[in-house]
Structure formats: C-alpha cells, structure tokens
C-alpha cells in the first residue's frame, strides 16, 4: 500500500513567502519546495537590489545554476514561473514593498519562512540589530495583515542563547528588550554604536548571537495573534543527500576549514582536546521546515524546534581536519594550492601563536615582499588577518560545548509516513562521514573554486611537487639545526 505524501498535500494551491531565499538555507529550501511539492501555486521571494543587479535577473541567476537542475529535469523549465520576485529589502523600514505589493501579499499568503539574517560574527552591531531584529519585526508586522496566514516560521539558530549549556525546545529571556535596542539603533550613528557594542552585548560574543536571540523575543511575543514557529538550526554544512550532495554556496564553517587545509595555508589552530560541534546538513534543514509546517495542520502545537544533530553524530574537529586533509591529498586535491597540506592543531594557547608567527605571518610577509617587489598588489598578510579573526570565532564555538535537546523533532517525525520519510529525510541513518566529506570537498572544487573535475590529474601532480618541496624543506632544516648543534657543542668543548 502506497501512502500518500501529506507535506506535498499541504502546500496545494498555497501561496508560499520565502525570505532571504539568496542565502544558503532559503535557495535549499525553495529547490525543495518546488520539487518536492510540484501543486504549489506560488512561491515569492523577497529580494533586493545587489551590484547592479535588479532582484529579478538576481533571482534568474540562481535558479539558472546548478542546484535546480534536479528541478527542471523533473517538472520543465516551466515550473520556475511558479517564482514571484518582489523588490523588497528586510533591512530598509517598511521592508521597502510597494503598497499594491504589500496589499497583494495580505490577500494571497498562507505560509512565511523567514529565513533571512546576516550570518556574519564579525557584522557591526546596527546593521545586524537592522536587518536581524527590526527586519524580523517588521515581517511580523506584515504577517498580521495575511488574512490567511496558515504558519509563519523564524530561522533563528542553536547557538543564540549561549549562557546555557544545554538548551531546550522553549523560549527564553532576551539579553535586553529588543525593542529599545531597535530605537537606538535607528536613533544613532554606526560609530555611536560601535563605542556602545561592547556594554549592549555583554556577554554575549558576537552581534549575530545577540541579535538572533533579540528577534526570538519579538516572535515569541506574538504566538498569541499569529501562528509562529521558531526553528533553531544548528551549524549549517553543504548537502548530504539531495539534490547534489555537497552541494554549498559558502565557505562558512568546515567549508572554509576544508579549503584552508587544502591549499597548504591553514598550518595550525588552537583546540581542547576532542572539541566538536552539531552538524545539521541544509537539505535535512529544508525538510523540517516544510514537515513542521505541515504539523500545524495536525493541530500539533509546538513552537520551538531544534533542527540539530544532539548525539547522533559527534565528530571532533580533529577527526573533520585530519580525515579531510587524506581525501585532499589522495583523491581530489584543490587546485592552487600554495604549500603541502600539514599543520596540526594545537592544545596550548601560547604553542599555536608561535606556530601562527612562524607558519602563518612569517610566510605571509615573505610573499607579500616578494609580490611588491616584482610590482603587484601585497595580499597575503591581508588575507592572513582575516583567517586569524576567523580563528577566533571559531575558537570561541569550538572551545565550548552545548548541548541542544531535540526531543520535539525526534518525538514528531514518527508521525511521518514511510513516503514522508523518504521524500523529507529527518533522520541520520545511513549516514558516511567519509563519504560525506569526499563531497563536500568535490563540490568546492566544483561549485566554489569552479575547476572541472578534468583538473583533478593535474592538481595531483602539483601536490607531488608540493610533497617534494616539503620534505626537502624538513630535511634541510633539520641538517641546519642538527649543524647548529654541533658547531656549538664542537666550540664549547675547544674553547
């Protein structure tokens, strides 16, 4: 007996608003919509100008790329209509919709996602409290006025309240009334606010955390007039199942840790023993998105969810650098690379910054030398500062652990049947680490780096050379030193 997909039945002849829908978890999301729900009548997309580039031709691009071939392949190029860009900005006030637009949206949307954020730690603070926490208030604003609103879901985060070791599916305090920090927000300058960030996060370590935890607040505030969901995500990594495994548009997280390894330049990094994070991969992400959607027309009535992995999958972040620097340099090394892939991470605070001197800055210097004495632009300690304040957010996420429980999501997907479960995967199982991390790290090299797999034969031969240049490296200073040695110990003795 086939049973039928109640998801796709949801999302029937619905009109759908996704924001944010340029970013990594929105494109995911409404590849997924349109493909796993075909009856969908509508999905709009809220964008902005960017570049030069209207939000429509933004919006032909990505769905022109490669993540919505699986789509086009299945149900026609013709399908894609079914998206409606509208020129809107979630970090100008009143969302800068066009009152007919917005008269429009009231009438016809039943579903928000409201996946759009800055992601970025090191974001000043006002734009951050702009775009997270007054764009989020101001979606809610425009949600009241969608005479059929069925559900409107806020992408928040797992790691948004981080004074708890262990957080629950619940809502809690924010770090200040979000509100007033939206006033002075507006009300001042972004240097202002720069000399005020320090005191106005606290404890809190970064503006994302901060204000992700504020725009909690304002949709808790609301769960008596709107049906809302939070739903906290946690580390978000490239596509584990479909529609192309790997798949990623960003170097956040262990993207940017694979690439630095893999191009020679990431050498060292300060970690706690068997330190590691919750990894959610963004297609699992996408299908609880649309099945706690679907719950609300089972009356469920949860409003928190944690998207994570909790226990049922713990992998250190020794364990993601060392077995993906094996896949690099065996199967299918990054082209370019500018050293052999090494490096080590560190247990001591004090040995790393040696090592960050001598592997990182030391080098950087001497290229940048170089480059500036044959007449081009200096880079490398540039792009050295960058990697060295990456290190330090990540070191601050690394270096603490949490625990986020997800009882809720592992409670309610056994309300999925045997289709639901294939077609919107919630669970781990079957789950390869090594093969997962052999995709990640093909499709950088397809998707970011844009090299041809027809590459990958060269790059090997390139990191052969790389081996050789290493181990002559070594050997030469090891003879140097052991030289050293004994030319001092040879005086010593005759003096």
Known sequence: MEHPDRIAEFFEEKVVLITGATGFIGKVLLEKLLRACPRVKNVIVLVRPKKGKSPRRRMEEILSGPLFNSLRDKHGPEHLKKVKTINGDVLKKDLDISTEEKVWLYEEVQVVFHCAATVRFDECLRTAVLLNVRGTQQMLELAKGMRNLQVFQYISTAYCHMEEAELFEKVYDPPADPHKIIKICEWLRKEEIDLLAPRLLGNCPNAYAYTKALAE???????????????????????????????????????????????????????????????????????????????????????????????????????LINRSKEIMLSKIPLPGAVWYPGGSTKRSKLYNKLCIFLYHTVPAILVDTLLYVIGYEPVLMRVQRRINRGFEVLGYYANNQWTFNNQQLTELRTLMNPTEKKIYKLDLEGFNFDEYLYNAVLSVRRYLLNEPDETIPASKRHMLILWALDRGCKIFLSYALMYLLYTQVFLRFFH
């Not at 956040?252 to 970690?271: E, Q």
């Open 217 to 319: 607040a304002l949709v808790a505030e609301q769960m008596e007039n709107l049906p809302v969901q939070i739903l906290r995500p946690s580390v978000v990594v490239p596509i584990w199942k479909e529609p192309i495994p790997g798949w990623t548009d960003n170097l956040n997280g262990p993207s940017g840790l694979l690439l630095g390894a893999g191009k020679g330049v990431l050498r060292t990094i300060y970690l706690k023993g068997n330190a590691c994070a919750d990894y959610i991969s963004v297609d699992l992400v996408a299908n609880a998105l649309l099945f706690f959607a679907f719950l609300t027309s089972l009356n469920v009535n949860k409003r928190v969810y944690h998207v994570t992995t909790n226990k049922e999958v713990r992998v250190t972040y020794d364990d």
